[in-house]
């Protein structure tokens, strides 16, 4: 990840995620414990270099796509959920939410909402869910009506992407209702 973009960065995250899903269902004959240990120790290791990774705009998109979905993954255990949110600075929850808010990769869009979402699993009340959905809003990027009121749908499935995709859809209806043009760059 910390090499100059080529088709050996993608193939290495891609193997890695893939042998990260392939403990999901227990092909291997692992444990819930051991794929959990598995996880945990990838995420003490790359945790907060696959976030930063996955947060980084100048990095291509598809290496960002799979640095993200191994993040989800890794994130699936409560030690790794804490310990990046430890970590985790508001700068860095708002360039999460402008991948959401500002950016053009529906695909990046879907990851960013399912990390924002995977990291609330613990949360239980419902201000406390709402404080989190909007600690990730960035600041002064932008003024659109009714963005504080509006929560990132929390949860996961089909039910999940169908709530995330109208959340976006609200956004971007508001952006070009207020004439706000998106950045070429991203």
Not at 28 to 55: C, H, Q
Not at 138 to 165: A, H, K, R, Y
Request: charged letters at 25%; hydrophobic letters at 40%.
């Amino acid at each position: 990840m910390c090499a100059e973009p080529c088709p050996a960065q993608n193939e290495g995250l891609f193997r890695l995620l893939d042998a990260v899903e392939s403990l999901k269902g227990g092909d291997l004959g692992t444990s819930d414990s051991a794929r959990a240990r598995y996880k945990n120790a990838l995420g003490e290791s790359l945790a907060d270099l696959l976030f930063k990774f996955f947060i980084h705009s100048k990095k291509q998109s598809l290496s960002r796509r799979w640095s993200g979905l191994l993040l989800f993954e890794i994130l699936e255990t409560k030690e790794n959920r804490k310990r990046l949110e430890d970590c985790l600075q508001p700068i860095q929850r708002q360039e999460v939410g402008k991948i959401i808010v500002q950016g053009l990769d529906k695909i990046l869009k879907l990851v960013a909402g399912r990390l924002i979402s995977q990291l609330a699993t613990d949360i239980t009340s419902e201000g406390a869910l709402k404080d989190h959905s909007l600690s990730f809003i960035p600041n002064g990027v932008f003024d659109l009506p009714n963005v504080n009121e509006m929560v990132l749908p929390i949860g996961g499935g089909t039910q999940w992407e169908c709530q995330f995709s109208e959340y976006v859809a609200i956004l971007e209806a508001q952006r070009e209702q207020a004439g706000l043009r998106y950045d070429i760059r991203d």
